[in-house]
């Protein structure tokens, strides 16, 4: 028991004395650590540089609504043109209709026992 | 960016890994200086060999810088990590030369030991640093991070991943392997019969 009390404590003595006399590494070991720390680090982050005053037809441009507006202008700039050259029978048809049927226009005589015949004039 | 961080001894290892990612290079240089006596005096009890503790550190080192920009603070100490990341370079680089011969410990400069105190000390850490050698890998690592790196049983459950009994066990069977194998050196290392 006293025998493994003192291995016990020499053993934690041992312990104590590795503590304080650590390894210390070799100043290559360190540069060359230190090396490859700074050729492995990242870039530090750009700071936002301040911005040019965008041109005036870049505001226009973006007054209209950028690209996704000219797209949609664009669109339907094609339909129109394909559909002037050539028209769906349906259209044309539909056309006809509108256009051929009779204007009829309603008139009011707002005096009917006048001498003139603003009706009758009016048409 | 080059300006050193205020206060540097009290930022935590994580804090100084962001910095270094963020390129700070006073962050670089703190690292290395702190974080590198641990890699290396690790590898070094767990190898016995200054060259492959060499080795074994520098690669630790780079692993760490490359993994710094992806590192998740507040998920594991840097230190736990690197002991992890040296025990797995030691088990790799035992395999490769399992039967080199031990280097000597080197002993720091003390002014106020004698020549003999220093001769006596040199020689009690050698003879630690044999019968290290002679333990089973997990055993040596389990006790060299108790006894000489002072790590708390949970943390060196962590490193080791295994759980904390299974620790104390390694521990305690290490520690007692030790003790056989340094028992044929009582009169260096000041073990008496009485």
Not at chain 2, 104 to 109: D, H, K, L, N, S
Not at chain 2, 123 to 141: E, F, G, K, T, Y
Request: net charge negative; charged share 25%; with cysteine.
């Amino acid at each position: 028991m006293t025998d493994h009390t003192s291995e016990e404590t020499a053993l934690g003595d041992l312990f104590a004395e590795a503590r304080e006399a650590p390894v210390a590494p070799p100043a290559a070991l360190m540069a060359r650590i230190h090396e490859d720390a700074k050729r492995l680090q990242p870039a530090p982050p750009r700071l936002a540089s301040k911005k040019p005053a965008p041109a005036r037809w870049r505001d226009i441009w973006q007054g209209l609504g950028g690209w996704p507006a000219f797209s949609g202008l664009a669109t339907a700039t094609v339909a129109g043109i394909w559909l002037g050259v050539n028209p769906p029978v349906g259209m044309a048809l539909a056309a006809e209709t509108y256009l051929e049927y009779e204007t009829i226009t309603p008139v009011i005589d707002l005096v009917p026992e006048s001498y003139f015949d603003f009706s009758a004039e009016a048409l | 960016m080059d300006k050193p961080l205020e206060h540097a001894q009290d930022v935590p290892d994580d804090a100084l890994l962001l910095a270094y990612a963020n390129g700070d290079a006073a962050a670089a240089s703190m690292l290395t200086a702190r974080l590198t006596p641990v890699v290396f005096g690790h590898a070094y009890r767990l190898l016995g060999r200054r060259a492959d503790a060499e080795d074994v550190a520098q690669e630790a080192m780079l692993r760490l810088w490359k993994i710094a920009p992806q590192w998740r603070q507040g998920e594991a100490k840097v230190t736990t990590w690197l002991y992890r990341v040296v025990a797995n370079l030691c088990t790799d680089q035992l395999r490769r030369a399992p039967h080199a011969a031990l280097d000597a410990v080197a002993e720091p400069e003390d002014s106020t030991a004698s020549v003999t105190q220093q001769m006596q000390s040199r020689a009690r850490l050698d003879a630690l640093q044999s019968a290290l050698a002679c333990l089973p890998d997990r055993q040596r690592q389990a006790v060299v991070l108790r006894h000489i790196e002072g790590l708390a049983n949970p943390e060196i459950a962590e490193i080791m991943d295994i759980t904390v009994e299974a620790t104390e066990s390694l521990t305690a069977r290490g520690k007692r392997a030790l003790a056989r194998a340094l028992s044929s050196q009582k009169d260096a290392l000041g073990f008496t019969d009485d």
